[in-house]
């Protein structure tokens, strides 16, 4: 039996391939990314040993251990640091505080179970939620303040979130909302952070916990330094799964993320600087990465942006966007590396996401994407939406800008749009965005790309026809 193979279709392997085997990438932006990995600096802890069980801690799925948990902690970073070690069953806790110098270590023959009690979450503590700065319940791993401290191990942390308890607080009967029941008021508390975030009421005066139903993230750490995350598999949380905040040198390695609730987004460092998430695994019900720095005054006040940033080697599957940059991003967003990463499921919304409108302010500038492989995603490969959420919050004076985005070496294989941008009408907020060196096969509708400055496409292949613009 003889191969055959048409001539549009040799002609197309080859042109493939030389655009493939090109070496016309600027090398000098992913250097970068090397100064970004020498000043990472990894936890390291003494060869201590605490065991939780020693501190009467029962692993019977049961009985709560959050004070024996929590004084483990306490005892091995007032002794120097070390290991906090939960091993050998179902450990049922509430909140747990992190400090320095402590790894908390979860066997793989252990299960952290969390309590769906809203009361194993008080006092409240400073945080943000969604970009407003508040006090809440305590998320169900939080730290404030520390420096050297992990949560490690290939044991499993469950926050048992489900349409029976904390997912009804979102609203929506797909959540679980039961009509009549006091989950229905989370839609009212969004305004009134909104209004505090306006009026810039202060911070200590927006005591938000019982009677709000603004939902914990599971981990959430403030103001920490040298922070690691590794190994473990994590899942059904309240909200927001992990969440850095105004943090320095964190890595998130090995994680698996399998959380499908509302707003359960997989990872969302926020204000943070030198961020490495690298080998890991998201299934989220909401963004996979995303990428955050304040929402309005409360980021522009920070004044502290999302920046230095790696992600690689990671697989992204369902989710509303692979790796997205906003919406809460007033405070920036600058020199944020993304490669050799897989995106595919017919639940993920988008691979690469840039989403604000003109409320937020700040600027993004340095967006670097390369070697990308999606097998399918809804909408697009790349979006960039200037107007997300206008329709709920409003118009503003605020303009946001995104500028130097540069993505290449991408392969589709099904999507509604390649390319889909839309800046402000009248306004020069989207500039110099770069797709090179790539090929999307399955695209069904044609590159949507208004209100948009420079925008330059070259040598990409949509539905197997050569597309050059901008050059």
């Given amino acids: 039996m003889k191969l055959r193979i048409s001539m549009s279709t040799l002609l197309l392997t080859i042109l493939c391939f030389k655009i493939f085997s090109q070496n016309v990438e600027n090398k000098a932006p992913w250097d970068f990314t090397q100064t970004i990995i020498e000043n990472l600096v990894e936890p390291k802890f003494p060869d201590k040993v605490y ?10 799925g049961k009985i709560k ?15 120097g640091g070390g290991q906090v070690l939960i091993t050998n069953g179902r450990f049922l806790t509430g909140a747990i505080h992190m400090k320095s110098n402590v790894d908390l270590h979860i066997d793989a023959s252990a299960v952290l179970l969390f309590s769906v009690d809203p009361k194993d979450y008080l006092p409240l503590v400073c ?5 407003d700065d508040c006090y809440n319940y305590s998320p169900l791993i939080y730290a404030d303040g520390q420096t050297n401290f992990a949560v490690t191990g290939k044991g499993t942390l469950d926050g048992q979130g489900s349409t029976e308890n904390w997912w009804p607080w979102k609203g929506g009967k797909n959540n679980g909302l039961i009509k009549g029941t006091p989950s229905q008021l989370d839609r009212n508390c969004r ?24 939902r914990p993230q599971f981990i959430n750490f403030i103001h920490c330094k040298n922070v690691k995350l590794e190994d473990f598999t994590i899942k059904n949380s309240p909200f927001w799964v992990l969440h850095p905040l105004l943090s320095e040198n964190v890595i998130v390695r090995n994680v698996t993320v399998n959380s499908e609730g509302p707003n359960n987004d997989g990872c969302d460092p926020e204000s943070c600087k030198n ?41 992204m599957r369902k989710g509303h966007g692979g790796v997205s940059m906003g919406s809460e991003i007033s405070g920036g967003c600058k020199n944020i590396f993304v490669e050799n990463c897989q995106m595919s499921s017919p639940e993920l919304d988008r691979a690469i996401l840039i989403k604000t409108n003109n409320s937020r302010g700040g600027i993004t500038d340095g967006v ?40 290449s070496n991408i392969t589709s294989k099904k999507s509604t749009f ?47 026809k050569l597309l050059n613009l901008g050059q």
């Fill in 51 to 60: 065991n939780v069980i020693d501190f009467g801690a029962i692993g019977n």
């Fill in 65 to 79: 251990n959050t004070k024996a948990i929590n004084a483990a902690i306490t005892k091995c970073s007032s002794e």
């Fill in 127 to 131: 945080t943000r939620w969604e970009g």
């Fill in 191 to 214: 305004p009134r952070l909104k209004k505090y975030n306006d009026t810039q009421v202060p911070v200590e005066k927006r005591q938000m916990g019982e009677g709000y139903f603004l």
């Fill in 275 to 315: 961020v490495l998430i690298e080998n890991c695994t998201f299934n989220t019900g909401d963004d996979c990465i995303a990428l955050k720095s304040g929402r309005d005054f409360d980021g522009r006040r920070e004044n502290a942006p999302i920046e230095n940033v790696i992600v690689r080697n990671c697989f």
């Fill in 368 to 407: 670097y994407v390369r070697n990308i492989v999606v097998g399918e995603v809804k909408d697009a490969i790349l979006s960039i939406n200037c107007s997300y959420h206008i329709n709920t919050e409003g118009e503003g004076k605020f303009l946001p800008l995104i500028k130097n985005v540069y993505l």
């Fill in 418 to 464: 390649a390319i889909w941008l839309d800046g402000i009408k009248g306004e020069d907020v989207v500039d110099n965005i770069n797709v090179e060196n790539s090929v999307f096969s399955g695209v069904a509708q044609k590159n949507e790309i208004k209100n948009i400055g420079k925008v330059t496409i070259k040598n990409v292949i949509i539905n197997g």
